[in-house]
């Protein structure tokens, strides 16, 4: 059993959270020299909602998959302890759904209020939320109390130093373990020729690092303050994480830009070699089978000024993983991997065919069949009938068991009906789905009609017109007759599989 260390935020070095370089590649380098906790890149709630946890046996990670088969955060068991899951959010509730959606594989959970970029700014979202303080003690103190592991913030400071401690003052007491400050400032201006629309404008990197606001935080609060923003000043190798916490009387020190121009940066030893580095990068990028063009991003990153060298021009015009690792001469561990990974897809998909084959019980009536709602009337679906038959004979309703298969995501599911089991043999995309093809073979099995257009006439609908008639009819008299229980449970039904339709 794995037993979770609480994270401690002093004295550590952390790899910043950084759109589109925060990926599990960078995070595990990170980690590899020297960096005690890092940050994944900010993820927007709303996003993360719509995904589902998915345990990949071929990669041996988690990841979390959008509706459209994207990953939009992979995590393995390496980092688990020392991941801080950062979103983007400005709504207590939707932070406090993705943060136990994603609470047990990471470490913490932290909220982006530092992040100036119009895209988080318009939705009330990151640095937004500096002008809205009750937002942020809410949405702070829904987590701490919602959820079991650290919170955090990321800030940036206010154009007034009085301000800014009052608001990290007002933040500490929502019980967050930490809070990290970028030493710029975030400005909001309001124009009357702008129809009162606000602008917001915010010190780049060029602009100095304000470390007297970040040590004046420090001093102000009990809680551990990470002090951000010193690559361009201070951070040029390892020795000035020490003079930049120093200068900031941080309790510890997050590295953003100078880590993703070369990692070894946590190297208490010195920088390693930026060919040593990339092609560290390279071998987690496809272990864990990056997406290219993120990949190309974060080495285009490190390159900087070497990207109009003969390799640099390679890397631009590269086009798959395959061709990145040409460029870098590791077109052998690339062929390599893949052997690996295909070798280990072809044994799952083989132990995946045992399992079917013990699902092949005699006594199991199969069918090869797929739920299309295109052939059957709105809002009436093969269950529901199955349902309805089941009460009309005087049987127990319907019993449902789906399974998942891990590699390709799909399911199957068997329906119980008078102690006799049904079931397709194809697999579905989701589970309200198969459930769907399940009673089908059910419904054709027993000679029963499920409810097709082609059928004709539908009992079903007739019911419903029925009773939506009877209930007109009773408020005309003035009456407030109860609906009956199967038209109740019925609507269950109904509901239910509605959302297979929307799908």
């Not at 980690?31 to 890092?38: N, P, S």
């Not at 349902?387 to 390709?408: A, F, G, I, M, N």
């Not at 409810?451 to 017109?465: Q, S, T, V, Y």
Request: aromatic content about 6%; proline content about 5%; glycine content about 4%.
């Amino acid at each position: 059993m794995t037993v979770n260390t609480p994270l401690c935020f002093r004295g550590k070095t952390i790899l910043a959270p950084m759109v589109r370089v925060g990926t599990l590649p960078m995070r595990l380098l990170a980690l590899d020299y020297g960096a005690d906790i890092v940050y994944c890149e900010e993820l927007i709630d709303i996003k993360m909602l719509q995904c589902k946890r998915v345990i990949n046996e071929v990669l041996e990670t988690v990841d979390f998959v959008a509706p459209n088969e994207r990953i939009v955060f992979r995590t393995c068991e390496r980092e688990r302890e020392r991941v801080v899951f950062q979103m983007g959010s400005a709504d207590a509730e939707r932070a406090l759904a993705v943060a136990k959606l994603v609470e047990s594989d990471v470490a913490g959970i932290d909220i982006n209020m530092g992040c100036p970029k119009e895209y988080s700014t318009k939705a009330s979202m990151g640095a937004a939320l500096l002008s809205d303080p009750d937002k942020i003690e809410s949405i702070l103190t829904t987590l701490v109390k919602g959820i079991c592991k650290p919170v955090t913030c990321k800030i940036r400071i206010l154009p007034s130093v009085e301000d800014t401690v009052n608001l990290v003052k007002r933040i500490e007491k929502t019980g967050i373990a930490a809070i990290a400050v970028h030493g710029r400032k975030f400005l909001v201006l309001s124009f009357l020729f702008v129809c009162l629309l606000e602008r917001k404008k915010e010190e780049r990197p060029q602009h100095p690092v304000h470390c007297d606001v970040i040590k004046a935080i420090s001093e102000a609060v009990s809680i551990p303050v990470i002090a951000n923003g010193g690559s361009h000043d201070f951070i040029k190798e390892y020795a000035d994480i020490e003079t930049f916490q120093k200068a900031t009387a941080a309790s510890s020190v997050m590295i953003a830009r100078a880590a993703m121009w070369n990692p070894s940066i946590f190297r208490k030893e010195g920088f390693c070699p930026l060919k040593d580095v990339m092609q560290d990068y390279i071998k987690y990028a496809v272990r864990y089978d990056n997406h290219y063009t993120n990949t190309k991003y974060c080495l285009c990153q490190m390159l900087r000024e070497q990207l109009e060298t003969t390799q640099g021009k390679r890397l631009h015009a590269a086009q798959t993983t395959q061709e990145i690792c040409e460029v870098f001469e590791m077109g052998d561990f690339y062929e390599e991997t893949t052997a690996i990974f295909e070798a280990k897809k072809t044994s799952l998909e083989t132990k995946m065919q045992g399992e079917d084959d013990q699902m092949e019980d005699p006594d199991v009536i199969k069918m090869a069949v797929r739920f299309d709602k295109r052939e059957y009337p709105p809002q009436i679906t093969p269950k529901m009938y199955l349902l309805e038959w089941c009460r009309k004979e005087k049987h127990p309703q319907p019993v449902y068991e789906t399974v998942q298969r891990p590699l390709d995501r799909l399911f199957c599911s068997v329906v119980t009906v008078a102690e006799q089991k049904y079931r397709s043999t194809l697999w579905d995309k989701s589970k309200k789905l198969a459930e769907q093809a399940a009673a089908i073979v059910c419904l054709r099995a027993l000679g029963v009609p499920e409810g097709k257009l082609c059928e004709g006439e539908n009992h079903l609908i007739n019911k419903r017109k029925r009773g939506d008639q009877e209930r007109l009819i009773s408020r005309d008299h003035g009456e407030d007759l109860p609906e009956p229980s199967h038209k109740k449970a019925n609507f269950i039904e109904e509901t239910s599989d509605m959302d297979v339709l929307k799908m």
